[in-house]
Each structure stands twice: as structure tokens, then as C-alpha cells.
């Protein structure tokens, strides 16, 4: 199955159509940041959305730099609505969604099939788990505990409710924000492909 990027090949990155349509996803994206909510099976503080879905679509259908330019404006304009983190969830969710989305645009650039879809969905969400674990044990929560004024072992308490495995931060990052983060993965490469494929002839033209 050949799943045609047309837009990407054809047009610039920033032609007037294609930055109206990064414009449009990047909103999308900042509106579904706002609706997130816990899994049962993970800790509270990790909240579940689906704002990288638009910029999946945008790097299938425009590219990489469209994937990146979206990830950044999203949390932009998610900092100038609402923030309660200081700017380090959206930081976080910049850097994480970049490592998820470029890998996944740059694998379906080379391959624009099923299988590069497959495989740079697998790629992705493995590069996203594993920065974002990465991000967490030495920057993120600690970061949060800083502004929030807790120590770091009132999220552990907390994930040690959910998962007894968690001990420490470390554990943390090992049993609950990686695997948070690849079930992420995977429902959004699901659910950008799925709305890729129904926006698809609105990426024809620009």
C-alpha cells in the first residue's frame, strides 16, 4: 500500500499553503494538549493526550520540518493559553514529541509505504519512550519538583501506588514513564495515520 504524500514532494515547506495548514494542525494540536487525563494503570501526574496526532500528520503529509515546526508552535501557543508548569511541560512535550515525530517522517520520507509507515512507527516510539525517560530522570522531575516545592519522592509515593516495582526515580522512569510512553506512542501513530488518511485529499494542493 503506497500512501501518497504529494504536498511533500511538490511544495515547499513554507509556501503559503503549507504554513496555513502547519498553522491549522498546530492549533489542533495546543486544543487536544488541553484535553488530557490519567490512564488507570500509570501514575496521576502522567497525562494521556493525543496532541502529537496533528503533527504526525503533518510530517506524513509535508515532511519532516513541518512535523517540528508543529510540534514547536503547538506548545507556543499552549504556553500563551495556558501553562502551570513554568514552561517545563512544554518543553517536555516539545523535545519528546520531536524525538517521536522526526524519526517517523524521516523513516516514511525514505519509505513511503506500509512498511515505512510500520517501521517508522515502531522507530518512533521507541526514540520518544526512551528520551523522554531520558528527559525525566535528569532534567523533567526533578525540574517539577523544584517548582511544585515536593520532593521527588512524593512522585514516587505516587507511582509506588500504582506499579509496588517503583522504589526510586529510577525505577520510576523504568516501570511508568516509559511505559507510559510507549503506549503513547502507539496510539497516536494509530491515530495520525488513521486521520492522515481521511484529511489525505486536503494535502494535495496547497
Known amino acids: 500500500m503506497m500512501i501518497r504524500n504529494s504536498s511533500q514532494s511538490k511544495s515547499s515547506v513554507f509556501a503559503t499553503g503549507s504554513m496555513v495548514k502547519i498553522g491549522m494542525l498546530a492549533g489542533l494540536g495546543t486544543a487536544l494538549m488541553l ?3 490519567p490512564l488507570p494503570i500509570f501514575p496521576s501526574f502522567l497525562k494521556f493526550d493525543l496532541s502529537d496526532a496533528p503533527a504526525v500528520i503533518g510530517a506524513f503529509a509535508m515532511g519532516p520540518a513541518a512535523g517540528v515546526m508543529i510540534e514547536l508552535l ?3 501557543l499552549k504556553l500563551m493559553v495556558r501553562t502551570n508548569s513554568g514552561g517545563v511541560g512544554e518543553l517536555a512535550n516539545f523535545l519528546v514529541g520531536t524525538a517521536y515525530v522526526l524519526p517517523l517522517a524521516l ?4 519509505w513511503p509505504s506500509k512498511k515505512g509507515v510500520l517501521w ?3 522507530i518512533a516510539t521507541f526514540c520518544g519512550a526512551i528520551i523522554a525517560g531520558i528527559l525525566n530522570y535528569f532534567v523533567l522531575i526533578p525540574a517539577y519538583s523544584m517548582i511544585l516545592g515536593y520532593p521527588v519522592d512524593v512522585f514516587v509515593d505516587i507511582a509506588a501506588k500504582i506499579n509496588s516495582a517503583v522504589v526510586d526515580l529510577r525505577t520510576l522512569v523504568l516501570f511508568a514513564v516509559v511505559p507510559f510512553n510507549l503506549v503513547k506512542g502507539v496510539v497516536v501513530a494509530l491515530s495520525g495515520l488513521g486521520l492522515f488518511k481521511a ?3 486536503l494535502f494535495k494542493k496547497d
Open 120 to 122: 517508522g512507527s515502531v
Open 35 to 37: 484535553i488530557d487525563f
Open 74 to 76: 503547538k506548545n507556543i
Open 107 to 110: 523513516v516514511y520520507k525514505k
Open 199 to 201: 484529511l489525505q485529499p
